[in-house]
Structure formats: structure tokens, C-alpha cells
């Protein structure tokens, strides 16, 4: 119930091409699902985030699609840079009014972006 | 931009010792999280912390565990006897409720 399941495990994409990144979850009461990207030796940072009230959410070139009947959403980057290569983390989570939640994580995508 | 800082960047120590790992949050935040990250797998939550309390804690989170917020800046995880399986990255973060925001992580290795 508590799981957020993510694929693939690892990712190789050409510079310029399109990013995509998967995640399913099953605990209906979720309603925060937000994508961190890690560097090596470096915590998570957030880099774009989504409730279910809207389907699509673009920040740049980052777009979160939301499925709610389907429980997924799926991350995409577009014009993809090598500088994009990094772990990225499906996570999600419910807001309470006391907004004190722990994220649950998908098991995380290597992303290579290569020239 | 304000940032969660965390220390010892590294932590190197003997099976059965205590360690404790400590954090800054961000100033203005209410709500601190510990979570750790075992080499190559997910971040997995430990303990959420609110208001001089935990608020909820992860079945990792045994007796061997603890937290504080020993003044209005710090916060910490204390580990009491460690085993070889506690290496790992520890993250702390902070929120107000959200997002969380992510300090750049201890390696603690246990030997």
C-alpha cells in the first residue's frame, strides 16, 4: 500500500532527445507527488512537483503528467542535456493541515545523457 | 537560498560504538526528518519530528534510535550501538509543511 514503484532502473538518452520517467503508486490517500533529482554526494533536490487536482504540470523543460485513475505519473524531460544526467526520485506523500508527512520513494533512475 | 547543512560530511566508526549525526535545518521550517540511503538503493524514511516530538517513525527507527532538538537551530539522530548494517547515507530534511528540502547527507561507515 505504501509503495511507489518506478522505471526503469536506468536510462540512456541522447542530448537533445525526450526523458521519460515512471511511477505507480497504490495508497489512493496520496496527494503529493513530487520529483527530487540527485547528483552524486549530494542529497535529493526538489525539482518539480504535482498534486492530483491537475493532470499536467511544466516547469522548463520538466513536465510532470499525472494519471489519477491509472495511480501514475511519469516524469519528462525534454531537450535533455548532459548535465541533466542524474538519479531521479519518484516520491510521494499526503498534506495534512499539520503538513508533517514522510515521502515515500520510488527506487530511484539513472539517467545518462549522452552527446 | 536558504539550505539544510549537515555534519560530519563523513563518519567512520567501530561496530557498537554511539554515533550522532547532526543537522541545521532551515531557519524557518517546523517539521525535521531523518532518512537514509543505503549505497545504491531508495531513501527511506526514519523519524519526522514536530514540535519536541516525533511524529512518526519507520520500523527502522528501533530502540537503538534517537532524535533531539537540543536547542532552536540543531537537530539530531543519535545512533546508540551501531551495527555493520547502519552504513549508509543519512539525510536530514526540513519543512514547513512542504516541500521537504534535503541536506547534502552523512556517509556513515561502520567498521
Known amino acids: 500500500q505504501q509503495q511507489v514503484k518506478q522505471s526503469p532502473q536506468s536510462l540512456i538518452v541522447q542530448k537533445g532527445g525526450i526523458s521519460i520517467i515512471n511511477c505507480a503508486y497504490e495508497n489512493t490517500a496520496f496527494d503529493y507527488f513530487p520529483w527530487y533529482q540527485q547528483f552524486p554526494g549530494k542529497g535529493p533536490a526538489l525539482l518539480i512537483a504535482i498534486r492530483p487536482d491537475v493532470s499536467e504540470k511544466k516547469e522548463g523543460r520538466f513536465t510532470i503528467s499525472f494519471n489519477k485513475s491509472a495511480k501514475q505519473f511519469s516524469l519528462h524531460i525534454m531537450d535533455s542535456q548532459p548535465g541533466d544526467s542524474a538519479t531521479y526520485f519518484c516520491a510521494a506523500s499526503y498534506l495534512l493541515l499539520s503538513g508533517n508527512t514522510p515521502l515515500v520513494f520510488g527506487k530511484g533512475t539513472r539517467l545518462s545523457v549522452i552527446a | 537560498e536558504p539550505e539544510v547543512t549537515q555534519t560530519p560530511s563523513h563518519q567512520v566508526t567501530q561496530m557498537g560504538q554511539e554515533v550522532i549525526l547532526r543537522c541545521v535545518p532551515i531557519s524557518n521550517h517546523l517539521y525535521f526528518y531523518w532518512y537514509r540511503q543505503i549505497l545504491g538503493q531508495k531513501v527511506e524514511f526514519l523519524v519526522s519530528f514536530y514540535n519536541n516530538e516525533i511524529s512518526e517513525k519507520s520500523e527502522i527507527f528501533d530502540d537503538q534510535f534517537s532524535v533531539e532538538r537540543p536547542d532552536g537551530s540543531n537537530f539530531t539522530l543519535k545512533i546508540r550501538s551501531t551495527k555493520l548494517e547502519d552504513s549508509a547515507m543519512y539525510f536530514c530534511?526540513?519543512?514547513?509543511?512542504?516541500?521537504?528540502?534535503f541536506g547534502d547527507g552523512t556517509r556513515l561507515s561502520i567498521l
Open positions: 530534511a526540513s519543512s514547513g509543511p512542504q516541500p521537504q528540502h
